[in-house]
T-cell receptor, first 112, second 114 residues
Framework: SAVISQKPSRDICQRGTSLTIQCQVD?????MFWYRQQPGQSLTLIAT?????????ESGFVIDKFPISRPNLTFSTLTVSNMSPEDSSIYLC?????????FGEGSWLTVV | SQQGEEDPQALSIQEGENATMNCSYK?????LQWYRQNSGRGLVHLIL?????REKHSGRLRVTLDTSKKSSSLLITASRAADTASYFC??????????????FGSGTRLQVQP
């Protein structure tokens, strides 16, 4: 298994600002994933991040809005840029070990 | 689009009863995973069942997989109030962007009354 730490766990953000979420894993992993979960909804994949290459974004998500860094095999960041109330969600980072995907505790952002 | 659809969307039972949640999916899969999410928290991995397996047990959890019907079920026996959570199935597939990732169902909200 893996221990995945996310920061911040929760934040209230002003409209128009940006926030960077950090994800730290206790082991080296090739693939890291960022998901969004809007209130009362299921999880939607934002992007896949490999170390040393640009993240691959899913339909509806763009790099300008959700820039991702992956500087090494244990760490990644997701920035939510120019936030609006529609960005209020839980953002979760996850990693694959073996065939199992493990998740962090999530970062719950509320945009006011 | 959602790969997995879950049924029921919400389930309320008494402590001690069994809870059954179902998941259907559309494409071929390598495996199917079940997760639990307590309110506003991260996902906890419960169990992975491979496409060549039909049933798997873990403690009070029993998962079945029927690849011919493209469906899976999660059974929680002798439920407890602490089992109150949302339960999601997820399938391993290629995304529209060409990456292999989990696609999640809509989830079942389970409420276990003490």
């Amino acid at each position: 298994s893996a221990v995945i730490s996310q920061k911040p766990s929760r934040d209230i953000c002003q409209r128009g600002t940006s926030l960077t979420i950090q994800c730290q894993v206790d082991s080296q992993v090739t693939m890291m994933f960022w998901y969004r979960q809007q209130p009362g909804q299921s999880l939607t994949l934002i992007a896949t991040a490999n170390q040393g290459s640009e993240a691959t974004y899913e339909s509806g998500f763009v790099i300008d809005k959700f820039p991702i860094s992956r500087p090494n095999l244990t760490f990644s960041t997701l920035t939510v840029s120019n936030m609006s109330p529609e960005d209020s969600s839980i953002y979760l980072c996850s990693v694959e070990i073996g065939n199992t995907i493990y998740f962090g505790e999530g970062s719950w952002l509320t945009v006011v | 689009s959602q790969q997995g659809e879950e049924d029921p969307q919400a389930l309320s039972i008494q402590e001690g009863e069994n809870a059954t949640m179902n998941c259907s999916y559309k494409t071929s899969i390598n495996n199917l995973q079940w997760y639990r999410q307590n309110s506003g928290r991260g996902l906890v991995h419960l169990i992975l069942i491979r496409s060549n397996e039909r049933e798997k047990h873990s403690g009070r959890l029993r998962v079945t997989l029927d690849t011919s019907k493209k469906s899976s079920s999660l059974l929680i026996t002798a439920s407890r109030a602490a089992d109150t959570a949302s339960y999601f199935c997820a399938t391993d597939e290629f995304t529209p962007a060409g990456r292999r990732a989990l696609t999640f169902g809509s989830g079942t909200r389970l409420q276990v009354q003490p």
